[in-house]
């Protein structure tokens, strides 16, 4: 079965500090691939999503994350972490064929980012 | 569009008692979700419809869950004989299910969630 792996379940950065949030995955072929972020009392927000292409993507907030086919990874970073960074992030993969798939996303158990000032 | 809507956003209950939830998607949203998230994990697939269709439930949704989107726009929840195992986060998601290749389908926009508590 599929599976999501955050090996970090809490990080403490200090503010204007790089960010490295780690994903692996465990699948049959190369899934869809997405990263959300949740803050308290908020729903989950899209930060970036890798379905083809350049392995490097970028997303909302200055995030990036990229796609490692032969780690089977899709780390997620920033260069300079702002206070307001301070959430919950998930990964979060879907299967590509599509059909019954679409939208059955699985995700990570979720890392807790700290900020620090 | 105000986005995903969900109601309410916390309910206390007491074990045996039902609860309902509701979801109002995105409008032009033909594809909508149900995700039960508990503490420190993340989102777990329940269910979901296309238009007013349910096409898939999940293993985790016992008998005493039943999920309906009757018109193809809102969907409701319900959790019959609440027990305290049912407390968790329950989230809401759409996406638009139409383009060529399929990968907008996967683009979900989640909703705030509503939070059970059951005691």
């Known amino acids: 079965a599929q599976s999501v792996t955050q090996p970090d379940i809490h990080i403490t950065v200090s503010e204007g500090a790089s960010l490295e949030l780690r994903c692996n995955y465990s699948y049959g072929a190369t899934p869809y691939l997405f990263w959300y972020v949740q803050s308290p009392g908020q729903g989950l927000q899209l930060l970036l999503k890798?379905?083809?292409?350049?392995?490097l993507v970028q997303g909302i907030k200055g995030f990036e994350a990229e796609f490692k086919r032969s780690q089977s990874s899709f780390n997620l970073r920033k260069p300079s972490v702002h206070w307001s960074d301070a959430a919950e992030y998930f990964c979060?993969?879907?299967?590509?064929?599509?059909?019954?798939?679409?939208?059955?996303?699985?995700f990570g158990q979720g890392t807790i980012l700290t900020v620090h000032p | 569009d105000t986005g995903v809507s969900q109601n309410p956003r916390h309910k206390i209950t007491k074990r045996g008692q039902n609860v309902t939830f509701r979801c109002d998607p995105i409008?032009?949203?033909?594809?909508l979700y149900w995700y039960r998230q508990t503490l420190g994990q993340g989102p777990e697939f329940l269910t979901y419809?296309?238009?007013?269709?349910?096409?898939?439930k999940s293993r985790l949704l016992s008998d005493r869950f039943s999920a309906e989107r009757p018109k193809g726009s809102f969907s409701t929840l319900e959790i019959q004989r609440t027990e305290q195992g049912d407390s968790a986060m329950y989230l809401c998601?759409?996406?638009?299910?139409?383009?060529?290749?399929?990968?907008?389908?996967?683009?979900?926009?989640f909703g705030a969630g509503s939070r059970l508590t059951v005691l």
């Open positions: 979060a993969v879907v299967r590509r064929a599509g059909g019954t798939s679409y939208g059955k996303l699985t």
């Open positions: 419809f296309q238009n007013e269709a349910q096409l898939e």
């Open positions: 409008s032009e949203h033909n594809r």
């Open positions: 890798y379905f083809s292409g350049d392995t």
């Open positions: 998601a759409s996406s638009l299910g139409r383009q060529a290749k399929g990968s907008g389908a996967n683009v979900l926009t």
